[in-house]
T-cell receptor, first 113, second 111 residues
Framework: GDSVTQMEGPVTLSEEAFLTINCTYT??????LFWYVQYPGEGLQLLLK?????DKGSNKGFEATYRKETTSFHLEKGSVQVSDSAVYFC????????????FGTGTRLQVTL | NAGVTQTPKFQVLKTGQSMTLQCAQD?????MYWYRQDPGMGLRLIYY???????DKGEVPNGYNVSRLNKREFSLRLESAAPSQTSVYFC??????????FGPGTRLTVL
């Protein structure tokens, strides 16, 4: 079955540092890939997505590129802010499966001044 | 638009009690989902409804039942709560093959 593996957290960075959160997946075919973010006490919200190989999703300074050859979708941001402190989830879905999402375990990011 | 709403926000139950978690969406989405979130385990799918009138089991359905009351509403019922069901429960909805939108969650504690 499908699976998503994320790097263990927590990740602690100083403000303006470069962020990478690794995500790799195991799936048949060509899934769509997502990054969701969960701020403290809230539900998940979509951060970015990519639906085919070599697509780059981007939003709020975050980027991730769908790499079919390495089955990866790593999240990056050039300069993090304290307000980026949250839990980040990598996820995938297949077309025609009622859009069911398979999630990674989440990576907590803590940004300090 | 309110998006996806969930009630209640918090609930404490004793072992063996029953309760229903309510979810509603106002985006005219066809598909709806119930997930549970546990520390270190991400989100796991309990049940989903691909369209009005249909429901299917997800990864962890045992101990739960669902009802797709109409296109807007999808409820999750715990018939006899157990401590292992202590978790945060999220409802989500989507148009077909698109982004899922999540509610704010229900934090449930079973004593």
């Amino acid at each position: 079955g499908d699976s998503v593996t994320q790097m263990e957290g927590p990740v602690t960075l100083s403000e303006e540092a470069f962020l990478t959160i690794n995500c790799t997946y195991t799936a048949t075919g060509y899934p769509s890939l997502f990054w969701y973010v969960q701020y403290p006490g809230e539900g998940l919200q979509l951060l970015l997505k990519a639906t085919k190989a070599d697509d780059k999703g981007s939003n709020k300074g975050f980027e991730a590129t769908y790499r079919k050859e390495t089955t990866s979708f790593h999240l990056e941001k050039g300069s993090v802010q304290v307000s980026d402190s949250a839990v980040y989830f990598c996820a995938l879905t297949h077309t025609g499966t009622a859009s069911k999402l398979t999630f990674g375990t989440g990576t907590r990011l803590q940004v300090t001044l | 638009n309110a998006g996806v709403t969930q009630t209640p926000k918090f609930q404490v139950l004793k072992t063996g009690q029953s309760m229903t978690l309510q979810c509603a969406q106002d985006m005219n989405h066809n598909s709806m989902y119930w997930y549970r979130q546990d520390p270190g385990m991400g989100l796991r799918l309990i049940y989903y409804s691909a369209s009005e009138g249909t429901t299917d089991k997800g990864e962890v359905p045992n101990g739960y039942n669902v009802s797709r009351l109409n296109k807007r509403e999808f409820s999750l019922r715990l018939e006899s709560a157990a401590p292992s069901q202590t978790s945060v429960y999220f409802c989500a909805s989507t148009r077909e093959a698109d982004t899922q939108y999540f509610g704010p969650g229900t934090r449930l504690t079973v004593l």
